[in-house]
Nanobody, 126 residues
Framework: QVHVAESGGGLVQPGGSLRLSCAASGFTRDDYYIGWFRQAPGKEREGISC????????YYADSVKDRFSISRDNAKKTFYLQMNSLKLTDTAVYYC???????????????????WGKGALVNVSS
């Protein structure tokens, strides 16, 4: 059974950094994708980054490109979202999600993501 779980959320000041982790288990194939999504209060969920487990190709939303970085530790089956230069507008619940749809990963679309974590709150505040 596939399971993904986020960790690492918290309170951070504007301009600061934070790293989220996503532990993934139960995938029986290598060609899966792990995406990061977020939902700010009163807003729709937004796809912000995705990575291919097989070849480590990465994809980013314009809103986080050049500030956030997605990576993976193959041995630990853990995926990371390094967030730098955080802004007040980055405050949201961040979700890790997994699936086998390349299109969903490329388009940062949550439709093809089958497995979801419970979310981790990132609060950017002074």
């Amino acid at each position: 059974q596939v399971h993904v779980a986020e960790s690492g959320g918290g309170l951070v000041q504007p301009g600061g950094s934070l790293r989220l982790s996503c532990a993934a288990s139960g995938f029986t194939r290598d060609d899966y994708y792990i995406g990061w999504f977020r939902q700010a209060p009163g807003k729709e969920r937004e796809g912000i980054s995705c990575i291919s487990n097989k070849d480590s190709r990465t994809y980013y939303a314009d809103s986080v490109k050049d500030r956030f970085s997605i990576s993976r530790d193959n041995a630990k089956k853990t995926f990371y979202l390094q967030m730098n230069s955080l802004k007040l507008t980055d405050t949201a619940v961040y979700y890790c999600a997994g699936g086998i749809s390349l299109i969903s990963c490329v388009r940062l679309n949550d439709i093809g993501m089958q497995y979801w974590g419970k979310g981790a709150l990132v609060n950017v505040s002074s």
